[in-house]
């Protein structure tokens, strides 16, 4: 079992639809980062978390740590949200463990 | 392991040393990316290679900065005079063509400039 996970793997959405990606992870953590990846492009990072929930814009990202899940959501998606999404934890004093990503298409 | 592997995973220089990282990406990727992550903050892209040819570079990559990736393969990512200020996660990734098949991330090299 992976120590990150997502779901789903592949998002086909309609332009308008409220979307949402989760993740869970097995191990402690100190802080958790939704990162984006656009083809072609470097990775920009979305939000960083280490409880609660924080929203920028359209889109909102929420984790859980008793649960050890964390959920980003997009209102209002829109074709320039397709991307990868990646969900990264950092681990305490060591290096950071990535999800495999969500690959989200937005059709116009 | 058939993924991105760094080395070394951690690395403590003195101030004004040169360090070097390496980064062995998977074998059929022919894209390569290096990302720096200062703590509390994201990771930002420095620069990213296909197959040997350094394609794009951050405004973040100073003249201390070099990297190279001479036969397509592995990457080695040099910084010269560091400065505390260079303490950071440095991560690679590599990809096959594009974004759109996916990335794999290796684990970072963790340096710390005292």
């Known amino acids: 079992k992976n120590e990150v996970e997502q779901s789903p793997q592949n998002l086909t959405a309609q332009e308008g639809e409220f979307i949402t990606i989760n993740c869970s992870y097995s191990?402690?953590?100190?802080?958790l980062h939704w990162l984006q990846q656009h083809p072609g492009g470097g990775i920009v990072s979305l939000f960083m978390?280490?409880?609660g929930k924080k929203k920028h814009g359209r889109l909102i990202a929420t984790i859980n740590i008793q649960e050890k899940h964390s959920s980003l959501h997009i209102t209002a998606s829109h074709p320039r949200d397709s991307a990868v999404y990646i969900c990264?934890?950092?681990?305490?004093?060591?290096?950071?463990?990535f999800g495999p990503g969500t690959r989200l298409s937005v059709l116009p | 392991d058939t993924g991105v592997s760094q080395d070394p995973r951690h690395k403590i220089t003195k101030r004004g040393q040169n360090v070097t990282f390496r980064c062995d990406p998977i074998?059929?990727?022919?894209?390569l990316y290096w990302y720096r992550q200062t703590l509390g903050q994201g990771p930002e892209f420095l620069t990213y290679f296909q197959n040997e040819a350094q394609l794009e570079k951050s405004r973040l990559l100073s003249d201390r900065f070099s990297a190279e990736r001479p036969k397509g393969s592995f990457s080695t990512l040099e910084i010269q005079r560091t400065e505390q200020g260079d303490s950071a996660m440095y991560l690679c990734a590599s990809s096959l063509r594009s974004a759109n098949y996916g990335y794999t991330f290796g684990s970072g090299t963790r340096l710390t400039v005292v």
């Open positions: 074998s059929e990727h022919n894209r």
């Open positions: 978390l280490s409880s």
């Open positions: 990264a934890v950092e681990l305490y004093g060591q290096n950071f463990v």
């Open positions: 191990v402690g953590i100190s802080a």
